[in-house]
Protein backbone atom coordinates (compact mmCIF):
# COMPACT_ATOMS: atom_id res chain seq x y z
CA UNK A 1 0.00 0.00 0.00
CA UNK A 2 0.95 3.53 -0.72
CA UNK A 3 -0.94 5.85 0.35
CA UNK A 4 -0.69 9.94 0.53
CA UNK A 5 -1.78 12.00 3.78
CA UNK A 6 -2.67 15.78 3.93
CA UNK A 7 -3.04 17.12 7.63
CA UNK A 8 -3.28 13.56 9.03
CA UNK A 9 -6.37 12.82 6.48
CA UNK A 10 -5.68 10.01 3.84
CA UNK A 11 -6.43 12.13 0.56
CA UNK A 12 -5.36 8.57 -1.97
CA UNK A 13 -4.55 5.33 -1.94
CA UNK A 14 -2.74 2.68 -3.98
CA UNK A 15 -2.34 -1.54 -3.61
CA UNK A 16 -0.43 -3.44 -5.57
CA UNK A 17 0.70 -7.38 -4.95
CA UNK A 18 3.78 -8.29 -5.24
CA UNK A 19 4.97 -11.14 -7.61
CA UNK A 20 7.18 -12.90 -4.78
CA UNK A 21 4.85 -13.43 -1.83
CA UNK A 22 7.43 -15.31 0.58
CA UNK A 23 10.73 -14.28 2.31
CA UNK A 24 11.37 -10.51 0.51
CA UNK A 25 11.50 -8.10 2.19
CA UNK A 26 11.91 -3.69 1.30
CA UNK A 27 15.57 -4.13 2.22
CA UNK A 28 16.49 -7.31 0.05
CA UNK A 29 15.09 -5.48 -2.85
CA UNK A 30 16.83 -2.05 -2.35
CA UNK A 31 20.51 -3.74 -1.61
CA UNK A 32 20.14 -5.13 -4.94
CA UNK A 33 22.31 -2.82 -6.52
CA UNK A 34 25.98 -3.05 -7.94
CA UNK A 35 28.56 -0.39 -8.79
CA UNK A 36 28.14 -0.09 -12.40
CA UNK A 37 23.96 0.76 -11.69
CA UNK A 38 23.17 -1.55 -14.25
CA UNK A 39 21.36 -3.95 -12.08
CA UNK A 40 18.41 -4.18 -9.39
CA UNK A 41 15.73 -3.04 -11.56
CA UNK A 42 13.24 -5.01 -10.61
CA UNK A 43 9.50 -4.77 -11.90
CA UNK A 44 7.79 -6.19 -8.76
CA UNK A 45 4.50 -6.48 -9.38
CA UNK A 46 2.02 -7.54 -12.29
CA UNK A 47 -1.48 -6.48 -13.56
CA UNK A 48 -1.33 -2.82 -11.72
CA UNK A 49 -2.89 -2.31 -8.76
CA UNK A 50 -5.15 -4.39 -6.96
CA UNK A 51 -7.53 -1.60 -5.58
CA UNK A 52 -7.32 1.95 -5.23
CA UNK A 53 -8.54 5.13 -3.87
CA UNK A 54 -7.82 8.30 -5.76
CA UNK A 55 -10.22 11.18 -6.50
CA UNK A 56 -10.20 12.93 -9.75
CA UNK A 57 -9.84 15.95 -8.62
CA UNK A 58 -7.02 15.46 -6.42
CA UNK A 59 -4.97 18.27 -5.79
CA UNK A 60 -1.65 17.99 -7.61
CA UNK A 61 -3.14 14.74 -9.75
CA UNK A 62 -1.03 15.51 -13.05
CA UNK A 63 2.51 15.69 -11.31
CA UNK A 64 2.11 12.95 -8.83
CA UNK A 65 4.40 10.40 -9.97
CA UNK A 66 2.77 7.56 -7.90
CA UNK A 67 -1.55 8.62 -8.23
CA UNK A 68 -0.94 10.54 -11.38
CA UNK A 69 -0.17 7.52 -13.22
CA UNK A 70 -1.39 3.59 -13.80
CA UNK A 71 1.17 0.44 -14.10
CA UNK A 72 3.09 -1.97 -12.14
CA UNK A 73 5.51 -0.87 -9.19
CA UNK A 74 9.23 -1.03 -10.11
CA UNK A 75 12.44 -0.77 -8.01
CA UNK A 76 16.12 0.87 -8.86
CA UNK A 77 15.11 2.85 -11.40
CA UNK A 78 17.87 4.30 -12.83
CA UNK A 79 17.45 6.71 -15.92
CA UNK A 80 19.01 9.76 -18.03
CA UNK A 81 22.27 7.60 -18.56
CA UNK A 82 22.71 6.81 -14.76
CA UNK A 83 22.78 10.41 -13.73
CA UNK A 84 19.79 9.94 -12.01
CA UNK A 85 17.71 7.01 -9.89
CA UNK A 86 14.05 6.74 -8.42
CA UNK A 87 14.29 3.88 -5.48
CA UNK A 88 10.15 3.13 -6.48
CA UNK A 89 8.56 3.93 -9.64
CA UNK A 90 5.05 3.55 -11.23
CA UNK A 91 5.92 1.93 -14.69
CA UNK A 92 3.05 3.85 -16.44
CA UNK A 93 4.19 6.61 -15.49
CA UNK A 94 5.81 9.54 -16.95
CA UNK A 95 6.43 12.79 -14.88
CA UNK A 96 8.24 15.81 -16.33
CA UNK A 97 7.82 19.04 -14.75
CA UNK A 98 9.17 22.20 -15.27
CA UNK A 99 6.56 24.22 -13.21
CA UNK A 100 7.36 21.84 -10.18
CA UNK A 101 8.82 23.64 -6.59
CA UNK A 102 11.81 21.53 -6.25
Same mark, same amino acid.
Not at 60 to 87: E, K, M, S
Given at each position: ???????????????W?? /?????????????????????????V?? /??????????????????????????????????????????????? /?????????
Amino acid at each position: VIARHQSGQCEAAKIWQF /NETIGFSLLDYFQDLRPDRRSGRAAVTL /NGTVDERVPPGLRGLGRDPIFGADGDLAFNWWFDGGRGAARIVVDGG /NVTCEDCPW
